[in-house]
């Protein structure tokens, strides 16, 4: 399943779920971006799932050059999706998606 994603705070359960449904693409989702960048290196992770107020572009640029995608929540508004479009990442889990669709078009 390509359009598959599960993300957890439980790196064990992420471990777990992989060895099941190894297609899944699994997303860690950390209380830090250095935490979650760790992790997901250490466990072969897909990407990290990650609060749009807790990562920077830099940030997301070192995940990319290391392979890893980066989701964005805690997307609220236009404002938020404006600020999530700009940190260039895979995903963005937004609560206004007809303003997120506007602005992508």
Known sequence: CDRCFIESQ????????RQVR???R??????????????????GFHGIS???DKVNPEQIARAH?????????????NEDNRRAIRLNPEMIQ??????LVDLLQ
């Open 50 to 52: 990650i609060d749009v």
């Open 22 to 24: 190894p297609e899944l």
């Open 94 to 99: 937004s609560d206004e998606i007809d303003g």
């Open 26 to 43: 699994s997303f860690f989702y950390p209380g830090t971006f250095e935490e979650g960048f760790s992790v997901a290196r250490e466990f």
């Open 65 to 77: 050059a290391e392979n890893l995608w980066i989701a964005l929540w805690d997307v609220k508004n």
């Open 10 to 17: 439980s790196a064990g359960f992420l471990v777990m779920i």
